[in-house]
């Protein structure tokens, strides 16, 4: 393994830990406040399906996968019959956030290695996802092998400012020499941008919604 595959490992592994210690306390904030959180769940993921039915409409027994989905994911309000996520932290939401995580088979497992057959699904959706994971080409790679030929994408990523990638950069060098100062903003909770953006381009994803290559920000 060369010396920026493991930073990428020691950066991706520490942004799994931080994603757990933030849902961690934030499973303690919306204890007896979980009917607010599915209001809003429910919203994204209508609005979201409303987008994809644009395209073409949704079978009832379409086959759906959500890659990284998370704490509060898509999958969970959907509305498909066969829903599947998957997350390397899916064990632990499924205890964290009981209310909503049983609505959907939820598999651990990172989306470099999708534990499915080519071509097994209809829709796919991964909002917000590859800029946390260790090797954002590789996932892409991995959905495009699931996706049945005439299957829909559902694709979300943030795309920082250089500045961010910058700042970012800095403080995880001081980070690296052991210095404990740490700005919120600029921690380790991503594994970059830059890289994201290129595998995206080079795959040429296009949106849902307009038929021409596009990277959605939000
Ligand atoms: C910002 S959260 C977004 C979660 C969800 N999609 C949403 O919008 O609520 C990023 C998610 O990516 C997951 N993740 C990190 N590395 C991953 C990987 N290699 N494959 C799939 N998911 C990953 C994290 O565990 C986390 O749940």
Same mark, same amino acid.
């Given at each position: 393994?060369?010396?920026?595959?493991?930073?990428?490992?020691?950066?991706?592994?520490?942004?799994?830990?931080?994603?757990? #210690? =933030?849902?961690?306390?934030?499973? &303690?904030?919306? !204890?007896?406040?979980?009917?607010?959180?599915?209001?809003?769940?429910?919203?994204?993921?209508?609005?979201?399906?409303?987008?994809?039915?644009?395209?073409?409409?949704? $079978?009832? &027994?379409?086959?759906?996968?959500?890659?990284?989905?998370?704490?509060?994911?898509?999958?969970? =309000?959907?509305?498909?019959?066969?829903?599947?996520?998957?997350?390397?932290?899916? &064990?632990? =939401?499924?205890?964290?956030? /009981?209310?909503?995580?049983?609505? %959907?088979?939820?598999?651990?497992? /990172?989306?470099?290695?999708? /534990?499915? @057959?080519? $071509?097994?699904?209809?829709?796919?959706?991964?909002? !917000?996802?590859?800029?946390?994971? @260790? !090797?954002?080409?590789?996932?892409? @790679?991995?959905?495009?092998?699931?996706? #049945? *030929? &005439?299957?829909?994408?559902?694709? @979300?990523? !943030?795309?920082?400012?250089?500045?961010?990638? %910058?700042? #970012?950069?800095?403080?995880?060098?001081?980070?690296?020499?052991?210095?404990?100062?740490?700005?919120?903003?600029?921690?380790?909770?991503?594994?970059?941008?830059?890289?994201?953006?290129?595998?995206?381009?080079?795959?040429?994803?296009?949106?849902?919604?307009?038929?021409? *290559?596009?990277?959605?920000?939000?």
């Amino acid at each position: 393994m060369s010396l920026r595959e493991s930073g990428l490992r020691r950066r991706a592994d520490r942004a799994l830990e931080r994603q757990l #210690a =933030y849902q961690r306390a934030k499973a &303690d904030r919306v !204890n007896g406040r979980e009917q607010e959180v599915v209001a809003a769940m429910i919203a994204d993921s209508s609005k979201v399906r409303r987008t994809l039915e644009a395209v073409r409409p949704i $079978a009832d &027994d379409a086959r759906v996968l959500e890659v990284g989905s998370g704490a509060h994911g898509l999958i969970f =309000y959907f509305g498909a019959k066969d829903g599947v996520g998957v997350d390397p932290l899916a &064990d632990h =939401y499924a205890e964290l956030f /009981p209310a909503w995580q049983k609505r %959907a088979r939820t598999i651990a497992a /990172p989306g470099e290695r999708l /534990p499915f @057959e080519n $071509a097994s699904f209809d829709i796919v959706l991964c909002d !917000n996802v590859v800029d946390h994971a @260790e !090797n954002p080409r590789l996932i892409l @790679e991995e959905i495009a092998r699931v996706m #049945a *030929p &005439d299957a829909m994408l559902y694709f @979300e990523v !943030n795309i920082h400012h250089p500045f961010y990638h %910058a700042a #970012a950069s800095v403080h995880a060098a001081w980070r690296a020499l052991g210095i404990p100062f740490e700005i919120t903003p600029f921690a380790d909770h991503t594994v970059h941008l830059t890289l994201a953006r290129r595998a995206l381009c080079s795959r040429g994803c296009r949106s849902a919604s307009s038929a021409k *290559p596009t990277i959605s920000r939000r």
